[in-house]
């Protein structure tokens, strides 16, 4: 069983940045799909950013490309999600998940999930 903890969200003004970092331990294997999603009230969950770590390999929806980077982070069991030039309309809740080694479809098959942090953009 995965488990994921999302954090680093938070306030900030139109225009601004926030980094979050997704925890992530249980997985045996080295080869899976970290990914990033928002939800935002009344709105369908959304994928906006996920990595395949066996070979850094991105994807990214075309609401956040250019703006939004995921990138490992120092320790192997760590994600950063970099949110750049945020708009109001990124306001949502933010959750990392994680995903088996399967061919790249879209950001679908996420099976575990973390409990979510808020970013509010004004």
């Known amino acids: 069983h995965v488990q994921l903890v999302e954090s680093g969200g938070g306030s900030v003004q139109a225009g601004g940045s926030l980094i979050l970092r997704c925890a992530f331990g249980?997985?045996?294997?080295?080869?899976?799909?970290i990914g990033w999603f928002r939800q935002a009230p009344g709105k369908e969950r959304e994928g906006v950013a996920a990595?395949?770590?066996?070979?850094?390999?991105?994807y990214y929806s075309e609401s956040v490309k250019g703006r939004f980077t995921i990138s490992q982070g120092a320790a192997k069991n760590e994600q950063f999600l970099q949110m750049n030039s945020l708009k109001p309309e990124d306001t949502a809740m933010y959750y990392c998940?994680?995903?088996?080694?399967?061919?790249?479809?879209?950001?679908?098959?996420?099976?575990?999930w973390g409990q979510g942090t808020q970013v509010t953009v004004s």
């Open positions: 249980g997985y045996t294997g080295s080869d899976f799909y």
């Open positions: 998940a994680h995903r088996r080694p399967t061919p790249w479809d879209g950001f679908q098959g996420f099976r575990y």
């Open positions: 990595v395949y770590t066996v070979d850094g390999r991105t």
